[in-house]
């Protein structure tokens, strides 16, 4: 079945009274609850799988205007949430699985069973993390490896273990490792990071972290767990195992846009496409913000910013008549 069919049996409560829904709890999701709550819009706010989005599964934000000596992003999320909630946003528990996008008001339907009209609708569904795509790496998803660091790093206490990536996720996770593994081998495929330079240098810097550098994992190993990872050097094709008790996948992320892939204008990758400068979409009323729309900066305080500029398209879209 379509995710966007609307099952016909659904009846719908109405949005008389709340003029905008928002897909997605994220920094985007809230600060667009926030603005448009203040803009008596009285929104209501679908948390989706994830409350509060990729943040809650990170650990110290240091790079947040505001938080002069850091936040944990849990907290941060917390207090978007109550700020948002303060103004009179509605936020529920429960994921977007259908959507009627053919004509306004808008029809959406939540958890296959409740269904709900708006004029206006905010996306801020984010993204998600990326795997190699390995057999074995899914094979022991949760019994050795892992895409959060933050959420699993705890049960791996004095073992030596192996992350990939070289993007900044894959260097704040290699160091938060560093508080349980005995040692941790970060591996890249090329020979320098992308990350931030002081995140770079922090890496560097960790007498516990060792750069595998120019070098691809081709298997994870492991019968009932992880026991080790396969790599090849790129250079030389030369393959070796190397024994670790856990594998952490640090390799970017996908937009969780499927849902709208039917109606919204997405690149290539699935980004949602809006036009330059604003954050509306294709379908007039429909209006995407943070990571499910940008591929580029992906801050917490970027996503933030687009869920203002989003509530305002919302707000100025409905004053208008349109
Ligand atoms: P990035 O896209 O920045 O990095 C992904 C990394 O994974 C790259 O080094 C890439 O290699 C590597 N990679 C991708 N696919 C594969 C593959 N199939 N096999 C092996 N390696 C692979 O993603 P991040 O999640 O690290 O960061 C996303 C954004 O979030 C960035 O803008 C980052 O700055 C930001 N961020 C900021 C933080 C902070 O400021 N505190 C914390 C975390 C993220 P290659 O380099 O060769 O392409």
Redo the contacts with the bound molecule.
Sequence with gaps: MSPTFVPPEISYESAENHRVVIIGSGPAGYTAALYAARANLSPIVYEGLEPGGQLTT?T????YPGYVGGVLGPDMMEDFKAQAVRFGAQVRYGSVTHLDLSERPFRVVIDNETGLVSDTLIVATGAS??Y??LENEKRLLGRGVSACATCDGAFFRNMELAI?????????ESLFLTRFASKVWL????D?????QI?QQRVKDHPKIEIIWNT??TDVLGVDEVTGVRLRDVNSQSERDLPVGGFFV????TPNTALFRSWLDMDGQGYIKTLPGSTRTNIPGVFACGDAQDH????AVTAAGTGCMAAIDAERFLASGS
Excluded: P
């Excluded at 110290?60 to 790079?63: A, G, L, R, S």
């Excluded at 640090?250 to 992320?253: K, R, S, V």
């Design positions: 990170t110290d934000v240091e790079n993390a990326r190699l795509g990939v990536g070289g993007g900044d996720t894959a260097m704040e591996i890249h495929r090329r320098q990071l992308r990350a931030s995140m691809i994992v640090a390799i970017g992320h580029v900066y992906r801050q």
